[in-house]
């Protein structure tokens, strides 16, 4: 079983959608939980950590859902430079992994088209 | 910029050459780590290096052999590579190994032939 599973999409929206991608964990023990961005050719970045509360980062929102394994990312008002892969990651930080070590998902693939 | 500068971004190498990867960080960061990156595959934990010294080795064959002579210089040696280890190699640093915030470099991509 993959350690973060997400649907790979692609996901193609107008300019202006609303977009939501969703990814699940296997490891109930995780501690730590972060959308990275990855555009074309180029190297992943952090987008948003993710918190038990929910936090909203202008037209980012995340959730975590700790009873479902679950965690989600919904971008409102989709602009054309939204276009990117979106990488849900997951820090498992227990006694059985490396401290830091990260777990990436596939990535979900997002165009918006005008 | 990320403060992560890896060269170089494109290498094609024979089965039987040897070339190496660097990557250096100017953050002040502990931590280093090589990903490897396939097609329609999730990125995959290489090496973990924490003050210099090897703290994980994913089972990454002895081909890839790495390098960390201080905290911010990481290589990755290749030799007799096969044609499946092409792939984006990504370095990333980190301030510390307890801290999950990885910061990348833009990678090297690598074609075996």
């Known amino acids: 079983r993959k350690e973060v599973e997400q649907d790979p999409g692609p996901f193609n929206v107008p300019e202006g959608a609303t977009v939501a991608f969703n990814c699940t964990y296997s490891?109930?023990?995780?501690?730590?939980f972060f959308w990275y961005r990855q555009d074309c050719r180029k190297e992943p970045k952090l987008l948003m950590s993710?918190?038990?509360s929910g936090n909203e980062d202008g037209r980012f929102t995340a959730q975590l859902n700790r009873a479902s394994q679950y965690i989600s990312l919904l971008i409102r008002d989709s602009k054309l430079s939204d276009s990117a892969t979106y990488l849900c990651?997951?820090?498992?930080?227990?006694?059985?992994?490396?401290?830091?070590?990260?777990?990436f998902g596939r990535g979900t693939q997002l165009t918006v088209w005008p | 910029e990320t403060g992560v500068t890896q060269t170089p971004r494109h290498l094609v190498m024979g089965m039987t050459n040897k070339k190496s990867l660097k990557c250096e960080q100017h953050l002040g960061h502990n931590a280093m780590y090589w990903y490897k990156q396939s097609a329609k595959k999730p990125l995959e934990l290489m090496f973990v290096y924490n003050f210099k010294e090897q703290t994980e080795n994913n089972s990454v064959p002895s081909r890839f052999s790495p390098e960390c002579p201080n905290s911010s210089h990481l290589f990755l040696h290749l030799h007799t590579l096969q044609p499946e280890d092409s792939a984006l190699y990504l370095c990333?640093?980190?301030?510390?190994?307890?801290?999950?915030?990885?910061?990348f470099g833009a990678g090297t991509r690598l074609s075996v032939l």
């Open positions: 993710v918190y038990s």
């Open positions: 990651v997951v820090n498992p930080n227990d006694r059985g992994s490396t401290l830091g070590r990260l777990y």
């Open positions: 990333a640093s980190s301030p510390r190994l307890k801290v999950s915030i990885q910061y």
């Open positions: 490891n109930s023990a995780s501690q730590s």
